[in-house]
Each structure stands twice: as structure tokens, then as C-alpha cells.
């Protein structure tokens, strides 16, 4: 059983990655944009880094929704 610290860090960041997925959509996406100045990439990019990291989905990590273990994770049943 993993330790409800633990289980609690990734339910927070579940909720931050749900939270900031389209804000940081939007941004990548007008970053990519050809027709903005430096200026205005520079600006767009200070905003996505004041975006917290643990709003990255890849800092989420599946857990077994019975016994919170991390590893041996199988996503169609959501047990390890």
C-alpha cells in the first residue's frame, strides 16, 4: 500500500494537469505562431513557465486505484 502522502501529491496533480491543459494549449499554440515578434514570444514564454510544473502530464503517474501501487500499472484496468 503505498503511502497516502503519495496518494494524495498525484490526486493534486491530476487535478493541476486538468486544470492547466488548455492555458498551456493556447500557449504552445500562439508560440508556434510565425507572424509574432521576439518581444511577444519572449512575454508568452515567461507566461508558460509561471504555470506550475506539476500541471505536466508527465509528471503524473498511474496508480492502482486499490492499493496505490505505481509500478506494474495496467491501464486498461487500472490495477497493478
Not at 521576439?38 to 500541471?55: D, G, M, V
Request: proline share 2%; net charge positive; aromatic share 6%.
Amino acid at each position: 500500500m503505498a503511502k497516502k502522502s503519495m496518494l494524495e501529491r498525484e490526486k493534486k496533480r491530476a487535478k493541476l494537469v486538468v486544470k492547466y491543459a488548455a492555458k498551456i494549449e493556447s500557449l504552445k499554440d500562439r508560440l508556434a505562431s510565425t507572424e509574432l515578434s521576439q518581444q511577444e514570444k519572449i512575454t508568452l514564454h515567461r507566461e508558460l513557465q509561471q504555470i506550475p510544473r506539476n500541471a505536466n502530464p508527465t509528471r503524473h503517474r498511474n496508480r492502482c486505484w486499490l492499493t496505490g501501487r505505481s509500478r506494474g500499472y495496467y491501464r486498461d484496468f487500472g490495477l497493478s
